[in-house]
């Protein structure tokens, strides 16, 4: 059946505005996600564990990584110091979870990472010397309440149960469930005594999960920027943000008083701008010099980062990390039949717009439905009129349209921008 409408994309999905954000998903910002660090991109697996975390309560979550096997995670530099004879996870043989997690490294030394099975504890070494600053791939543990274990570098013995100074955390999986699949440990000197602690984050966790572990959700209107200072320990006083192009500090996600320090996480969406600056906290207009950045990400509906403010108020760096794909993908829980007419349908009315190969506008057409469900486009195996339904409804599209160029290779050119 023809669709009622075939301006699905063009006029409902604000293509001109859409497509300037494809154009800087493509080249149009810079490629480093800060002053020194590019963005680094989450892998498949993931799996995480609580610690306890300054005031917060953390907690890991791990996503949907059980379809990769361990194999894939990292593990390479393992050597005799990190414990003798403990296996490398490449030769591991237990179920993974299907949680995973990542390191990122804020201390000034390197530590070991591990994974440990549950009961009688068989430990397996994921990676060894994680340099300062570092950020490493997604690891999955042993699932049925599997360990995550961080170390100081060299230490060994990683089934310790008794006085193990020299661990810094130990997550389990079956901690938080509700955190979702995707975790990031982040490790970093305790601003009092210096020693190395330990604060966990929920990259994709479910919505209704009220903690400071939480990471922001993806909005697929806007560039989402969440940032924390544990790598600050002379910050006694929130900071502020500014964003390029717009006057004064920025205001984060809620609009409130909320500012940036200790063990916050303080979201701002910045819209299709990539590059902000950090300022003072006497600065509260951010009319005066910034004392961080300016840092760029790449921005993109949808896209998210974790920034990591690092250094003293003299001089801060930053550590910044690419978040996981957080917006919906229906495709699992679709129907196969009514996800295929959905895909033609959609596939129909972009061809009409769009001088796209038959294989494009079917690519493209796959990733609006997975993003929107197949069941919201077609009623009555009608094709909807997409500008009549909710802003984020539109904005679910118009952040597949940019995936577009990348998943499909499709050139920018070809919508007309």
Do not use: K, W
């Not at 894939?72 to 237990?94: E, H, K, L």
């Not at 209704?208 to 790598?231: E, F, K, M, R």
């Not at 009623?379 to 349209?401: C, H, K, N, R």
């Amino acid at each position: 059946m023809r669709p009622r409408t075939h301006h699905l994309t063009r006029r409902a999905l604000g293509a001109v505005a859409a497509m300037s954000l494809v154009l800087a998903a493509c080249g149009g910002g810079s490629d480093d996600a800060s002053s020194d660090d590019a963005p680094v991109e989450a892998d498949d697996e993931t799996s995480s564990d609580a610690d306890d975390a300054g005031d917060a309560e953390p907690s890991d979550a791990a996503d949907d990584a059980a379809d990769d096997d361990a194999d894939d995670a990292p593990g390479d530099d393992a050597g005799d110091d990190a414990g003798g004879d403990i296996a490398d996870i490449s030769a591991a043989t237990f179920e993974a979870s299907e949680i995973g997690y990542r390191t990122v490294n804020l201390l000034d030394e390197p530590v070991d990472l591990y994974v440990i099975t549950n009961g009688i504890r068989e430990a397996f070494v994921v990676e060894t010397g994680v340099a300062p600053g570092a950020v490493t791939e997604f690891a999955s543990p042993p699932a049925d309440s599997g360990r995550y274990l961080i170390t100081t570098a060299g230490a060994g013995d990683p089934t310790c149960v008794v006085d193990c100074d020299h661990h810094i955390i130990e997550a389990t999986t079956s901690f938080a469930p509700e955190g979702g699949s995707f975790r990031t440990v982040i490790v970093y000197p305790n601003p009092e005594s210096g020693e190395p602690t330990s604060f966990e984050t929920y990259e994709v966790p479910d919505a209704s999960l009220q903690t400071g572990n939480a990471l922001p959700l993806a909005d697929a209107s806007t560039t989402t920027i969440a940032v924390s200072a544990l790598g600050v320990p002379d910050l006694d006083f929130g900071l502020n943000l500014s964003v390029e192009g717009t006057e004064g500090c920025f205001p984060n996600r809620a609009d409130d008083a909320r500012r940036i320090g200790g063990n916050q996480i303080v979201p701002f969406d910045t819209g299709d701008v990539g590059t902000f600056s950090i300022h003072g906290s006497e600065d509260r207009d951010c009319t005066g010099d910034p004392i961080g950045g300016p840092f760029e990400v790449q921005p993109g509906p949808g896209q998210r980062y974790h920034v990591m403010l690092t250094g003293t108020l003299s001089g801060l760096d930053a550590t910044i990390v690419e978040l996981v794909d957080g917006l919906p993908d229906t495709s699992a829980d679709a129907d196969p039949a009514a996800r295929e007419e959905a895909i033609a349908l959609v596939a129909d009315a972009v061809v009409e717009d769009f001088p796209l190969a038959p294989d494009e506008a079917t690519c493209l057409a796959g990733l609006i439905v997975d993003r929107i469900g197949a069941d919201v486009l077609v009623v009555d195996g009608v094709l909807i009129e997409l500008e009549d339904q909710p802003s984020e409804v539109v904005s679910l599209a118009e952040a597949a349209l940019v995936e577009s160029v990348d998943a499909c290779g499709i050139d920018p050119s070809q919508f007309g921008a």
